[in-house]
Every structure is written in structure tokens, then in C-alpha cells.
């Protein structure tokens, strides 16, 4: 274990150091909050009924802002590298199960660079946008319990995030072009992880297949527990879901990687 530990936090400082780029991040993903509630609102304004309150869906967009890195966007550069140039080989020799490896790199991944956007997104959202426009804001969470669950689901999150990542690593032994299964991942985890549509907003016919997917654990349901549309007494069960779908994607990552290593050529020996 202690090797994976290091792994994570030597690829946590490294992370930590591209402070620029976070806080370019921030004001873009500021601004984009800002549409989506522009544009929810004015939907608000024309309905008689929605299955999620006005200030619930605005905290709702505040979060998805906020963690809108723990989305497998794409696979980590390093390993698609040490894929296409057959340098894995030399992770073969290290006393480390590589599954194992890559998914400390992924935790890690996952978590330093959401925390350099998500902390300052929090102060914006909760002290200085309800002094420039009310009601746009990121309300606390109704209770101490529903934070303190928060903070179990955002756990979760970053969990079946980093194993969803990990499995899009493995794809990459199977394909010629590495692009392929990032992009199709993170499309319908854009998508059905409530970041385009909050997913309360979608038909109720759909809601069972959009919770049955792991997506909905990454941005979908911490931000409802945080907000209260989620009661903190069943939020024990949004962290099963999570651990149970992160455990799902291990076990497929690791019969994959297997199955690929004992195919694996690398030219030259």
C-alpha cells in the first residue's frame, strides 16, 4: 500500500503546480455556471411544475461546476504513451499490480485538480454572487448531516471516477487510436451525469436508465445530497451505488488488462 500511496501523492503535487491553468478553468466553468441558471430559470419561469426546486437546480449547477473535473474526460497521457511506445513493459517489472498503479494515478488525477477550482468556486458561489445577484447563489446544505454525507458521496465520486478512468486506460491496449473510447466515455458521462440536463429534469420514463448507469454517482447525486433534494438518511444508499459501480468497473479493468497483457507485443524482445 505504501507504494501507492507515493504514486498518489507524487502525482498530487505534480498536479497541484498548474495553478494557472486552474484558475483559467474557474472563471470559464463561472461563466458557463451563470448561462445554465440564466437559461433554468427562464425555464422556471415558464413551467407551472418541475420535480426539483428553483434554489435546489441553481446549487445543482453551482456543484456540477464545482467537480466538473471528476468527469472522465479523456485518459491519462502518460499511460496512453507508455501504451503506444510499448514502454509498459517497464511498469511490468515494478513491484506494483499495474491496475493498481494506474488507478492510484487516476485518484489522484481526479482529486488535485477539482480541489484547485472546486474550494475558490465555493466562496464565489456562496459569498460573493448573492451580493451582486441573489438567488443565483449556492445555498449551505440544509443540515450538517446532509454536508457530512456530501462529503462521503463526493468520496464516492472521486472513486468511480478514478475506476472509470482506469478502465478507459485498459481500452487503450485494444484500440489503434486512443481516442476513441475517451471520447464516447465522456460524452455520456457529460451527458447523463446531469452536467448538460440536471437529470431530475428528464422525462420520468427515462430517470430509471439514467440512474442505473454509473454516471449519475459522479456529478448527479452528491450535488442533490448537498442541496437537500437527497435526505442525508438516504444517502447511505448513493455511496453503495457508487462503491458497488466502482468495484463493477475494477473487476472489468483488471479482466481486461489481463487478457491484454498475455496478448502484449512489444518489438525488440
Known amino acids: 500500500m505504501m507504494g501507492y500511496a507515493a504514486i498518489i501523492a507524487a502525482r498530487f503535487?505534480?498536479?497541484?503546480?498548474?495553478?494557472?491553468?486552474?484558475?483559467?478553468?474557474?472563471?470559464?466553468?463561472?461563466?458557463?455556471?451563470?448561462?445554465?441558471?440564466?437559461?433554468?430559470?427562464a425555464f422556471y419561469a415558464a413551467s407551472s411544475h418541475a420535480p426539483i426546486s428553483l434554489a435546489n437546480v441553481t446549487g445543482y449547477?453551482?456543484?456540477?461546476q464545482a467537480t466538473l473535473l471528476l468527469l472522465p474526460w479523456r485518459a491519462d497521457e502518460d499511460v496512453a504513451e507508455q501504451i503506444r511506445t510499448g514502454t509498459v513493459v517497464y511498469e511490468l517489472t515494478r513491484p506494483l499490480d499495474l491496475w493498481g498503479s494506474w488507478f492510484a494515478r487516476?485518484?489522484?488525477w481526479r482529486t488535485a485538480p477539482v480541489f484547485l477550482?472546486?474550494?475558490?468556486?465555493?466562496?464565489?458561489?456562496?459569498?460573493?454572487?448573492?451580493?451582486?445577484?441573489?438567488?443565483?447563489?449556492?445555498?449551505?446544505?440544509?443540515?450538517?448531516a446532509s454536508f457530512v454525507m456530501w462529503v462521503a458521496c463526493f468520496a464516492g465520486a472521486v472513486i468511480l471516477s478514478a475506476a472509470l478512468t482506469a478502465l478507459?486506460?485498459?481500452?487503450?491496449?485494444?484500440t489503434i487510436a486512443g481516442d476513441g473510447m475517451p471520447m464516447m466515455i465522456g460524452t455520456l458521462a457529460?451527458?447523463?451525469g446531469g452536467l448538460v440536463i440536471p437529470l431530475p429534469l428528464f422525462p420520468d420514463?427515462?430517470?430509471?436508465?439514467?440512474?442505473?448507469?454509473?454516471?449519475a454517482g459522479i456529478l448527479d447525486l452528491p450535488s442533490r445530497v448537498f442541496t437537500g433534494d437527497i435526505a442525508a438518511t438516504q444517502a447511505v444508499l448513493v455511496v453503495a451505488d457508487q462503491l458497488a459501480w466502482a468495484l463493477?468497473?475494477?473487476?472489468?479493468?483488471?479482466?481486461?488488462?489481463?487478457r491484454g497483457l498475455r496478448r502484449l507485443v512489444v518489438q525488440g524482445g
Do not use: C, D, H
Not at 478553468?25 to 463561472?30: E, P, S, V
Not at 448573492?130 to 449551505?140: F, I, N
Not at 427515462?206 to 454516471?215: E, I, R, T
Not at 463493477?248 to 489481463?258: E, F, P, Q, S
Open 13 to 41: 503535487r505534480a498536479l497541484l503546480q498548474y495553478r494557472a491553468a486552474a484558475l483559467g478553468g474557474l472563471f470559464t466553468q463561472i461563466f458557463f455556471g451563470l448561462v445554465r441558471i440564466m437559461i433554468l430559470r
Open 61 to 64: 449547477v453551482w456543484l456540477g
Open 106 to 108: 487516476s485518484l489522484a
Open 117 to 144: 477550482r472546486m474550494l475558490p468556486m465555493f466562496v464565489i458561489a456562496m459569498v460573493v454572487v448573492p451580493l451582486v445577484a441573489p438567488g443565483w447563489e449556492l445555498a449551505p446544505p440544509p443540515s450538517v
Open 168 to 174: 478507459i486506460n485498459v481500452t487503450m491496449m485494444w
Open 190 to 192: 457529460t451527458m447523463f
Open 205 to 215: 420514463w427515462l430517470k430509471p436508465v439514467l440512474y442505473a448507469l454509473p454516471f
Open 248 to 258: 463493477v468497473l475494477a473487476l472489468v479493468g483488471r479482466w481486461l488488462l489481463a
